[in-house]
């Protein structure tokens, strides 16, 4: 188990878990909680240092979160970032304002004392900022150590205190030195680089034991991607045959995916399953619903009615358990991270109903893909499993803008199959992050075997990520385009038209709805 830890206070960035992310790629335990957590929760990880996140409100608007009166008394080190930094200084007697300009995107700031923060970093370098406010006087004990034109106070510092300040954010890639600055503060925290992604599989099963309890059983929604395998064999592992995995054919489903799961599953994995054919259930409650928001949250609340109705044949069920991820709980602004902005519902986050019965487990709430990936590969997963592409929970229902019906889905499932062959089998596929076809509502005018056609379009997505909160569009060969497109044009009946999307997230989202 872990002996000691850097949390990140959670004041609503849309990228504090990328703090978490990044300490524990350099080898130092971390959690994201929340910034009113009470401080035996913090203490609880044995903190050696507190990172403050930033978040989008203003420190001198009513309302706005404060910083949390122990951590004033107590002598723990801390750094602050932007929405933190501002924090520090306001709560300690600086002023923080709002100028008539805001500095947005990527900036250059200048090191103007040297410091240990900064150790092993030029004196110029490239960072990422996003502020709208900024500090006009420090509070007294502290000093600027790094600054630009639009920026006097870009970085802060109170060695006696051992408190610290960042206007920019380290933990974007963006920030060229960004992981050098945070492993800098986690070695004047004393902190010694000794967690291993492997660690989490451990300490995760002790957690399943803990809330489950010696005689609790669970059932796990599994869908056949690599989050919800991950969560079922570190529950599997936690409790035994207390748990059984269901899984729940709704019609919007890959091709052949059905089949390949329930195989797979109940011959390599050896854990009980349920298999419900629930096609007809889904497509009735979606027919005639366009708003993306509402087929989130008729789906996720669908599927907790059959997971439900499944533990009551099962008797004594009272846990849940999904292979939620933390990139949906942040977009979904879940309970427990009350200042972020809802970017968009996830079904089994933000759509869950009110009145759910069960209680949910979630093993993998707080970790990134590539950390369930590592954990999976751990827990014995073949490869072809832990390197499959994300899928998202509403399936199909999310890829086709506008009504869901047999035809449309069955549309889509011969395009995307088209195109996920033709990844693999250029060697793109693991080149790629994630990729998929998405039905657009939109027909045109073409020319097929001599004639006029009217046929619908389908849009390609691929794009290339670190962390499933940034990605970046996929620059595939224009050769492979090409036969894509012809196929899908000459295989997939009604379609007439193929486009590729070039967009990047942020703006965008990765999914389409």
Same mark, same amino acid.
């Given at each position: 188990?872990?002996?000691?830890?850097?949390?990140?206070?959670?004041?609503?960035?849309?990228?504090?878990?990328?703090?978490?992310?990044?300490?524990?790629?350099?080898?130092?335990?971390?959690?994201?909680?929340?910034?009113?957590?009470?401080?035996?929760?913090?203490?609880?990880?044995?903190?050696?240092?507190?990172?403050?996140?930033?978040?989008?409100?203003?420190?001198?608007?009513?309302?706005?979160?404060?910083?949390?009166?122990?951590?004033?008394?107590?002598?723990?080190?801390?750094?602050?970032?932007?929405?933190?930094?501002?924090?520090?200084?306001?709560?300690?007697?600086?002023?923080?304002?709002?100028?008539?300009?805001?500095?947005?995107?990527?900036?250059?700031?200048?090191?103007?004392?040297?410091?240990?923060?900064?150790?092993?970093?030029?004196?110029?370098?490239?960072?990422?900022?996003?502020?709208?406010?900024?500090?006009?006087?420090?509070?007294?004990?502290?000093?600027?150590?790094?600054?630009?034109?639009?920026?006097?106070?870009?970085?802060?510092?109170?060695?006696?205190?051992?408190?610290?300040?960042?206007?920019?954010?380290?933990?974007?890639?963006?920030?060229?030195?960004?992981?050098?600055?945070?492993?800098?503060?986690?070695?004047?925290?004393?902190?010694?680089?000794?967690?291993?992604?492997?660690?989490?599989?451990?300490?995760?099963?002790?957690?399943?034991?803990?809330? =489950?309890?010696?005689?609790?059983?669970?059932?796990? &929604? !599994?869908? +056949?991607? *690599? #989050?919800?395998?991950?969560?079922?064999? /570190? $529950?599997?592992?936690?409790?035994?045959?207390?748990?059984?995995?269901?899984?729940?054919?709704?019609?919007?489903?890959?091709?052949?995916?059905?089949?390949?799961?329930?195989?797979?599953?109940?011959?390599?994995?050896?854990?009980?399953?349920?298999? =419900?054919?629930?096609?007809?259930?889904?497509?009735? &409650? !979606?027919? +005639?619903? *366009? #708003?993306?928001?509402?087929?989130?949250? /008729? $789906?996720?609340?669908?599927?907790?009615?059959?997971?439900?109705?499944?533990?009551?044949?099962?008797?004594?069920?009272?846990?849940?358990?999904?292979?939620?991820?933390?990139?949906?709980?942040?977009?979904?602004?879940?309970?427990?991270?009350?200042?972020?902005?809802?970017?968009?519902?996830?079904?089994?986050?933000?759509?869950?109903?009110? #009145?759910?019965?069960?209680?949910?487990?979630?093993?993998?709430?707080?970790?990134?893909?590539?950390?369930?990936?590592?954990?999976?590969?751990?827990?014995?997963?073949?490869?072809?499993?832990?390197?499959?592409?994300?899928?998202?929970?509403?399936?199909?229902?999310?890829?086709?803008?506008?009504?869901?019906?047999?035809?449309?889905?069955?549309?889509?499932?011969?395009?995307?199959?088209?195109?996920?062959?033709?990844?693999?089998?250029?060697?793109?596929?693991?080149?790629?992050?994630?990729?998929?076809?998405?039905?657009?509502?939109?027909?045109?005018?073409?020319?097929?075997?001599?004639?006029?056609?009217?046929?619908?379009?389908?849009?390609?997505?691929?794009?290339?990520?670190?962390?499933?909160?940034?990605?970046?569009?996929?620059?595939?060969?224009?050769?492979?385009?090409?036969?894509?497109?012809?196929?899908?044009?000459?295989?997939?009946?009604?379609?007439?038209?193929?486009?590729?999307?070039?967009?990047?997230?942020?703006?965008?989202?990765?999914?389409?709805?």
């Amino acid at each position: 188990m872990t002996t000691h830890s850097i949390p990140v206070l959670d004041f609503g960035s849309q990228t504090a878990q990328l703090i978490v992310r990044r300490l524990r790629e350099l080898g130092y335990y971390s959690e994201l909680l929340p910034h009113d957590a009470p401080e035996s929760q913090v203490r609880a990880l044995s903190p050696v240092g507190i990172v403050l996140s930033g978040g989008p409100a203003s420190v001198y608007e009513p309302g706005a979160p404060v910083l949390p009166t122990w951590l004033v008394a107590s002598d723990l080190p801390v750094l602050g970032i932007c929405y933190g930094m501002q924090l520090i200084s306001h709560t300690l007697g600086g002023i923080v304002t709002r100028p008539t300009g805001r500095e947005y995107g990527p900036a250059m700031i200048t090191i103007t004392r040297p410091h240990p923060l900064f150790a092993d970093t030029p004196t110029e370098q490239p960072v990422w900022m996003s502020h709208g406010d900024r500090i006009e006087r420090l509070p007294v004990g502290f000093e600027a150590i790094a600054a630009n034109p639009a920026t006097p106070f870009a970085a802060i510092a109170d060695d006696q205190r051992r408190w610290y300040g960042v206007q920019f954010h380290p933990e974007v890639v963006h920030t060229v030195y960004g992981r050098a600055i945070l492993n800098n503060f986690a070695r004047l925290c004393g902190a010694r680089p000794e967690w291993q992604p492997g660690n989490f599989v451990a300490e995760a099963i002790e957690r399943v034991r803990a809330q =489950v309890g010696d005689e609790g059983r669970v059932i796990c &929604a !599994l869908s +056949g991607g *690599v #989050d919800s395998a991950v969560a079922a064999l /570190i $529950i599997h592992r936690a409790i035994g045959d207390r748990l059984t995995c269901v899984f729940v054919d709704n019609g919007l489903l890959r091709a052949g995916e059905a089949d390949q799961v329930i195989t797979t599953f109940r011959e390599h994995f050896h854990v009980p399953l349920i298999a =419900v054919d629930a096609r007809e259930e889904f497509l009735s &409650a !979606l027919e +005639g619903v *366009v #708003d993306p928001e509402q087929k989130r949250k /008729i $789906i996720g609340e669908k599927f907790i009615r059959i997971f439900e109705r499944e533990a009551r044949a099962l008797q004594g069920v009272e846990f849940l358990a999904q292979g939620t991820l933390y990139p949906d709980v942040i977009e979904s602004t879940a309970p427990d991270r009350p200042k972020a902005a809802k970017i968009k519902t996830h079904h089994n986050v933000g759509g869950l109903p009110a #009145d759910m019965q069960l209680k949910l487990v979630e093993p993998l709430r707080y970790l990134f893909k590539d950390e369930v990936r590592a954990a999976g590969l751990q827990l014995g997963l073949p490869e072809e499993w832990v390197w499959r592409h994300p899928f998202p929970g509403p399936g199909l229902a999310v890829r086709i803008i506008g009504a869901v019906t047999w035809e449309r889905l069955e549309t889509l499932r011969q395009a995307d199959k088209i195109f996920l062959e033709e990844l693999r089998a250029s060697g793109y596929y693991r080149a790629t992050q994630q990729a998929f076809a998405v039905l657009l509502p939109v027909q045109s005018v073409g020319v097929m075997g001599d004639g006029r056609s009217y046929g619908v379009t389908i849009a390609l997505r691929a794009i290339t990520t670190e962390d499933y909160m940034t990605a970046d569009w996929a620059r595939l060969p224009y050769e492979l385009l090409a036969h894509v497109s012809s196929r899908i044009v000459n295989e997939v009946e009604g379609v007439n038209r193929v486009v590729y999307d070039i967009s990047s997230k942020p703006p965008a989202t990765i999914e389409w709805e």
